[in-house]
């Protein structure tokens, strides 16, 4: 997973993926399903020829081992997006791309990130609100890294501004659940 759309869309409710129909990325973001209907989900996306990341953390009724990954995966995911560093070191072991979900609430949790990054080596590290973004790259990049995600920024972006801002600072991309944002092409 080199390439990655610059606008990922966001979908928290799966009765809204049919909204997908006018997005022009290819990269969807599932953020929530349940263990029932999750294959239906990740069909129903890629019928619109995108490569799904699930979010691992909340699939209603799925455990938090090996076992709730590969069940994922034999579901049809591209790749997982998780706050959980085991699920990184997982999705590693099967060569699966991962997305490690932060919230940069405060300096200390921005020092979390870094030694969380250290240790599970994410191929993608989602930056949570977005205007913590530049921040957070800022620190990333004075640290001491074993290896630098990609970085993604997502939370509270609404404004095509703030897109092409959180580009300019060095986001490869932009995860947003505004339908607005989906249909630009960048």
Same mark, same amino acid.
């Given at each position: 997973m080199?390439?990655?759309s610059k606008?990922?869309?966001?979908?928290?409710?799966?009765a809204?993926?049919?909204?997908?129909?006018?997005?022009c990325g290819n990269?969807?973001?599932?953020?929530?399903?349940d263990?029932v209907?999750l294959?239906?989900?990740?069909k129903?996306?890629k019928?619109?020829?995108?490569k799904?990341?699930l979010?691992i953390?909340?699939?209603?009724?799925?455990?938090s081992?090996e076992?709730a990954f590969?069940? @994922?995966? $034999?579901?049809?995911?591209? &790749?997982?997006i998780?706050?959980?560093?085991k699920?990184?070191e997982?999705? %590693?072991?099967f060569?699966v791309?991962?997305?490690l979900r932060?919230?940069?609430?405060d300096s200390?949790?921005?020092?979390?990130?870094?030694?969380t990054?250290?240790?599970?080596?994410?191929?993608f590290l989602?930056?949570l609100?977005g205007s913590s973004?530049g921040?957070v790259k800022?620190i990333?990049?004075?640290?001491e890294?074993?290896?630098i995600?990609k970085?993604i920024?997502?939370?509270?972006i609404e404004q095509s501004?703030? @897109?092409? $801002?959180?580009?300019?600072? &060095?986001?490869?991309?932009?995860?947003t659940?505004s339908?607005?944002?989906? %249909?630009?092409?960048l």
């Open positions: 080199n390439e990655i606008i990922i869309a966001a979908v928290w409710d799966p809204h993926i049919d909204r997908l129909e006018n997005y990269d969807v973001f599932l953020l929530h399903s263990i209907g294959c239906g989900h990740i129903q996306i019928r619109f020829k995108k799904v990341y979010d953390d909340f699939v209603d009724g799925l455990g081992d076992y590969r069940y @994922v995966m $034999l579901n049809g995911a591209d &790749g997982i998780t706050v959980k560093s699920f990184i997982i999705a %590693k072991k060569a791309p991962a997305v932060t919230f940069a609430l200390s949790a921005v020092g979390r990130i870094v030694d990054v250290n240790n599970c080596l994410p191929d989602e930056v609100p973004f921040k800022n990333i990049k004075r640290a890294m074993k290896k995600p970085l920024a997502a939370g509270l501004s703030e @897109v092409e $801002l959180l580009l300019r600072e &060095g986001a490869c991309a932009i995860s659940s339908e607005n944002l989906w %249909k630009e092409i």
